[in-house]
Structures are given as C-alpha cells and as structure tokens.
C-alpha cells in the first residue's frame, strides 16, 4: 500500500533563517517516527507559496512568516493567509512570529483563521515536527473507524446480533459458503451491533461517532454533521419533519428527488411547486429561473422553508448566495439537496458550496462521489435556531436501530480521504475531465455537451454553473438509439453509464475514475463513431413535462385518503376523460428522469394525461412509479368525488 506524502510548506523571505531551518526540521522527520510522511519546502513570496499550494496537492500545512514583505508585512502575510484559506479551507495554517515584537501584534491575528503560531527564534525543530505531526495526525484521525477495527481485532465471541455471528453461520455452509468467500471475511467480523458499547450509538451519539461527526463537520463547513445509513432520501424527510409541521407552506423545485415530494407528504406541508427550466433538445431539466424563486418568495410570505437541488442529476448548480439572501430576509430557512455535490468542498473548481452560500441545511450522498458505501449519507447543519431535539427526534423516527456500522466507517474514512488527499484526487478528475471532452469531441459524432448547449433558455442569464465532473454526450450524430447506444457500449466494451435522455448520455467522473478507464473508454467511443457514422435514426422524443396544474387537496391528505383506481385508457384505447379533473392520490413518477408528473393532491388534467401516455409509448423502458397495472391496462388512484369534496383546499 502506497504511503502517504505530507508536504509543509514554509513562507518566509529571512534567507537568513530559512536554510538551517529546513536542514533541522528534515532532521527531525528523518529522525523521528513519520508515518504520515512529512517533508518541508521554503519558498521566498507569496506568489511562490500559492503557485505550490494550487499545483500539489500533497501539501498539508503552511507556515507563514508575519514579517513577510517586510514593510507591507502584516497586509502581505494576512493576504496569504485569507488566500490560502479561501482556496483550500482544509490546510493547517500557522504564523511564524519574530519574537516579542510580533507576539504584541497577535491580537490583530484573532480574527484571522489559524491553526496556531512558532517563533522564528526557538530552536527546537523537534518540538516544531512533534506539533505539526501531531496536527496532521488528529486530522487523519477516523475515531470510529478506529475503534471498529480495533473491536474486530479483539474476537470476542458473539452472543448479540446479526444471526451470522461474525459470519460463523456462513463459513462452512455449503449453501452459503461462497457468499461468505466472495464477500470477505472482515465484511461478517465488522458486521455488529448496538449490543457493542465500545461502537457508540447512531441514534444517540455520546463518543467515538459524537467525535467523527464533529471531525465531518469541521472538513464541510457545517457546525454539525450528523450521518445516515438510510440515504439522502431519508435526511431529507428527517429535515422537513424537523422544520415543519401541517400547513406550514414549503417551496420546492419541481426537479426535486421524489424523496423531497415524499417528505411533503410525511410532513402535512402544504407546497407551492415552482417549474423547473427545461431544454428540450436534449430532454434535460435544469433550475428553477432565480425570477420564479424571487417571485414566488415576494407571493408567499408566510413560506416556512425552501429546498432546491443543486448540483442536478446534469450537473447544473444555482447560483445560490443571491437566492439565500432573499429567503434569509423573508425569514424562509433554505435546504440545498446536494446529493451529487458532496465532494464540492475540497477544490475551488466546485465551490461555492450551499453551506458557503448560506445554507441552513444540505443533504449529501457521500457515496455518489466520494468514497462510501452505498445508502452511506450526510446531513450538514448550519442552521442558528436548530431544534436538536426535535431533529433527532425525527431522525430516530427513520433511522434503523440496527445500523450497518461498515457504512458508518465509510462515512468516517471518506471524509479523512476528502480532507488529507481530497483537493489532489479532484485535481486529477478535472484533468482526466477536459482529456475526456477533448476526446469525446474528436469523435467527429459525439459531442461532450458544453454548459451554454445544457442550460435551459429560461435560466442563460441566472449564474448557472456546471459541475464539469457530469459529462452529457451528444449521441445523435451515431445512428444509435440511446438503448442501443448502451446495450452496445455496455455488451462490446464492458461500459457502464450512468444514465440517458431520447438523445444524450451521461458519464459521472469521480476521485475513483482513472486514466485506464479514461482511455478505455475513449477507444469505445472511438471504435463506435468509426461504425456507426451514419445519419442518426429517427427517435422518438421523450414528451416535455407537463407544467404543474392546481393543487387541490393537502398532499398529505390525498396520499393517505382511500381512493379508487381508474384506468388511463377508456375501452377504445384512448385517454380516459373520467380522468380529467380529478385528483390524484399518488405520486406518479417516470424513471428516468425521476420528476414527477403528479403530486398527490394535484389536479389531473388532458396535457399530463396526455404526457404519461406518450411518455409510455416513447419509452417501453421507462419505469412509472405509483403507477398501478391490472393486467396490461395502466391505472392510478385518484380521489372519490366526495373525498375531494371533504379534503378541499379551502
């Protein structure tokens, strides 16, 4: 296993001091115990030490002298710092002071964000190393991690859950006995229990995960982080049950992850649904235009919260502090879904994030681009009136008592990763970024789309950015549908995407994608544009969504009402008019893109009617949840007419 490498960074233009100290503090690392692999490089200027900073990624910690620039010092030295913080908000900072004359000048520093200070005239180097060594080492510390491994090492017999017992159970079976070696051998011994003290609780957090909590939040700029194992699904229902109770009105994007739409339901909220921008030649969603959010904050007043996704499923993130500010003002909290952002924090390529923004909630899935298991997800706290027991509350309410502790250890070990290498790994995507665009469009058939050719009409002059690590590929110069565009990348040349529109695909390049995979891709694509350069079929386009109609009962109250089915087709195979006007009573949503086209308690009406039944005959592979067959014929719940009478909206 490759060892890590810890580069300290020393700022200073005493030439003077700058030599030995170097010699003595390498010294000291080559002497003592240096397990995270600490060296120690000078630079002479400000724009040396930034030029270092931006392009290696292993440097760990800086150290700046406050007498740097000599007559501008303080302003030169306080402008590295601010800059170094600014680009890289994980580093360790110091300040080097020259004695008794900048020690009295500390108190100008205490605004400053610092780790901690050294005076240029000590010379015990060693002290330096131990200090500095031992910085880093808290901050790569995984207390649960930790104290999960170091549990298993003990083999203590089990007489608690899981049934498997450590994987006993499985080892000799041989029924079983190939998951068990396929699987591993610590993925059984780590699989534990609430039973084990030493692990902690998750729904009541007193020590080593109360500690790796803490250590999240610090690393993504929240005042409090708290893990999920139920997914960002799951924290996102955890907070709106948190911040709301029935009838409190929530603003939403349309565009939100049917979990948002579900926590409506669970929360009795009653929601003001805002149209998410679309591009329809390519089938792709975009935000919700800042002119719709502003003017629906200024319609609705009373508004107790407000959530929008950002960055989408295509990478489109708003242009969030404007959009902040003005809910802040209204006196609205703002929750960020960041589901697909999570690894925003650590390059100044991605940031800003919604917590930088202001944010009073953001929800992530650390597994979609960080390194975690699966279902593996955070939930950031920025919130100054945060209820933390109502929240947690609520998050026992949806929590298993029986964690998957395995996923709690990601947790912890991707965020040390995200901090220690987090800014060099991103590095490497974005390069391995612009090699695939610039690859994809030397096709000659397929085009890696560019932020203009994604963005929405409504939405070209809102600050939309584009998170370059979602890559949407023009397909429809190949002559391949998209299924068959998959079936073949996927059956010829073992490629795997992550999803697709009528005309498009899209690859997600995280800190996992490597330059084999890069050029091996490339080479598919390569070897298919050289077969398939045709002139494109013929495709059916999926149907624009239907705009949002008329809320007319209570989501929550049309979801739990008793309802009737009611076929989408009458006995002549064509719309059902019965269908028209009345209510539905399930969220119906097509897979992909995910949108839904109904709310419960929305008004149905001919054009949504109209856009389910396209969106069935364009794409027999769509899935339609909440959608209810009775045979071959497709049904859904609606209201009775005296149900949607009672439930009325007044």
């Known amino acids: 296993?490759?060892?890590?490498?810890?580069?300290?960074?020393?700022?200073?233009?005493?030439?003077?001091?700058?030599?030995?100290?170097?010699?003595?503090?390498?010294?000291?690392?080559?002497?003592?115990?240096?397990p995270l692999g600490i060296q120690f490089v000078a630079v002479a200027d400000s724009t040396q030490a930034l030029d270092l900073m931006v392009n290696d990624g292993d440097v760990q910690a800086v150290l700046i002298d406050a007498a740097l620039g000599h007559g501008a010092a303080a302003q030169d030295a306080r402008t590295l710092v601010r800059a170094v913080r600014a680009h890289r908000p994980e580093l360790d900072v110091y300040l080097l002071v020259q004695g008794s004359r900048d020690e009295a000048q500390l108190a100008h520093w205490l605004n400053e964000p610092l780790t901690g200070h050294f005076h240029l005239q000590e010379s015990d180097y060693r002290g330096w190393f131990r200090i500095l060594h031992a910085q880093l080492t808290q901050r790569a510390r995984t207390p649960?991690?930790?104290?999960?491994?170091?549990?298993?090492?003990?083999?203590?017999?089990?007489?608690?859950?899981?049934?498997?017992?450590?994987?006993?159970s499985l080892r000799a079976s041989p029924w079983a006995?190939?998951?068990?070696?396929?699987?591993?051998?610590?993925?059984?011994?780590?699989?534990?229990?609430?039973?084990?003290?030493?692990?902690?609780?998750?729904?009541?957090?007193?020590?080593?995960?109360?500690?790796?909590?803490?250590?999240?939040?610090?690393?993504?700029?929240?005042?409090?982080?708290?893990?999920?194992?139920?997914?960002?699904?799951?924290?996102?229902k955890v907070i709106f049950q948190t911040l709301l109770i029935p009838g409190d009105k929530l603003l939403l994007d349309r565009n939100c992850h049917k979990s948002v739409h579900h926590g409506v339901v669970l929360s009795g909220a009653l929601p003001v649904y805002l149209d998410s921008s679309i591009n329809p030649e390519f089938g792709l969603f975009g935000p919700v235009p800042k002119a719709t959010l502003f003017q629906a904050m200024d319609d609705h007043p009373d508004a107790k919260a407000m959530v929008l996704t950002s960055c989408t499923y295509d990478g489109l993130c708003y242009d969030l502090r404007p959009i902040i500010a003005k809910a802040h003002a209204k006196g609205i909290k703002v929750i960020i879904d960041e589901a697909w952002f999570g690894h925003a924090r650590f390059h100044p390529a991605f940031r800003p994030t919604a917590l930088e923004c202001g944010a009073d909630y953001a929800t992530q899935s650390t597994h979609k681009v960080l390194s975690a298991f699966s279902q593996a997800s955070m939930i950031h706290v920025n919130d100054p009136a945060f209820d933390e027991h109502a929240f947690r509350e609520n998050f026992n309410m949806h929590a298993s008592t029986s964690?998957?502790?395995?996923?709690?250890?990601?947790?912890?070990?991707?965020?040390?990763?995200?901090?220690?290498?987090?800014?060099?790994?991103?590095?490497?995507?974005?390069?391995?970024?612009?090699?695939?665009?610039?690859?994809?469009?030397?096709?000659?058939?397929?085009?890696?789309?560019?932020?203009?050719?994604?963005?929405?009409?409504?939405?070209?002059?809102?600050?939309?950015?584009?998170?370059?690590?979602?890559?949407?590929?023009?397909?429809?110069?190949?002559g391949l549908t998209a299924q068959e565009f998959q079936a073949e990348l996927f059956e010829k040349h073992h490629v795997q995407v992550e999803k697709s529109t009528f005309n498009t695909v899209t690859l997600l390049v995280t800190i996992g994608t490597t330059r084999s995979k890069a050029a091996r891709l490339l080479d598919a694509l390569q070897r298919m544009a050289k077969a398939h350069h045709t002139p494109p079929k013929r495709v059916r386009r999926t149907p624009s969504l239907a705009g949002f109609t008329t809320l007319a009962v209570l989501p929550r109250d049309a979801y739990y009402a008793h309802g009737e089915l009611l076929a989408l087709l009458d006995e002549d195979d064509r719309p059902n008019a019965a269908l028209v006007g009345r209510v539905s009573a399930d969220q119906i949503v097509p897979y992909p893109p995910g949108i839904p086209a109904l709310v419960p308690g929305q008004r149905i009406t001919p054009e949504v009617l109209k856009f389910l039944l396209d969106l069935m005959k364009a794409h027999r592979r769509t899935d339609m949840h909440g959608m209810v067959f009775e045979g071959d014929v497709p049904c859904m719940r609606v209201l009775t007419a005296a149900e949607a009478k009672k439930l009325a909206l007044r």
Not at 205 to 212: G, Q, Y
Not at 450 to 462: G, I, M, N, Q, S
Request: charged share 25%; net charge neutral; aromatic share 8%.
């Open 1 to 34: 296993m490759p060892k890590p490498v810890s580069r300290i960074l020393l700022v200073t233009d005493d030439r003077h001091w700058t030599k030995p100290a170097c010699i003595r503090l390498s010294a000291a690392a080559r002497a003592l115990d240096n």
């Open 144 to 168: 649960f991690y930790d104290a999960l491994k170091a549990y298993v090492a003990m083999a203590k017999d089990a007489w608690h859950t899981p049934g498997h017992s450590g994987g006993d």
């Open 177 to 236: 006995g190939d998951f068990h070696d396929f699987m591993g051998e610590h993925a059984f011994r780590a699989d534990l229990s609430v039973s084990v003290d030493q692990l902690d609780s998750l729904l009541d957090p007193k020590a080593v995960l109360l500690e790796s909590q803490a250590m999240a939040a610090k690393a993504f700029g929240a005042n409090r982080t708290f893990f999920a194992t139920n997914g960002t699904s799951t924290a996102n």
């Open 403 to 478: 964690p998957q502790y395995s996923m709690i250890a990601s947790l912890d070990v991707g965020r040390r990763q995200a901090s220690m290498e987090g800014y060099k790994l991103l590095a490497r995507s974005l390069e391995l970024c612009d090699e695939l665009r610039a690859g994809i469009n030397a096709t000659k058939v397929f085009r890696a789309l560019t932020l203009k050719e994604l963005l929405p009409a409504a939405v070209r002059k809102d600050g939309v950015r584009l998170d370059p690590t979602k890559i949407t590929i023009d397909i429809s110069g190949c």
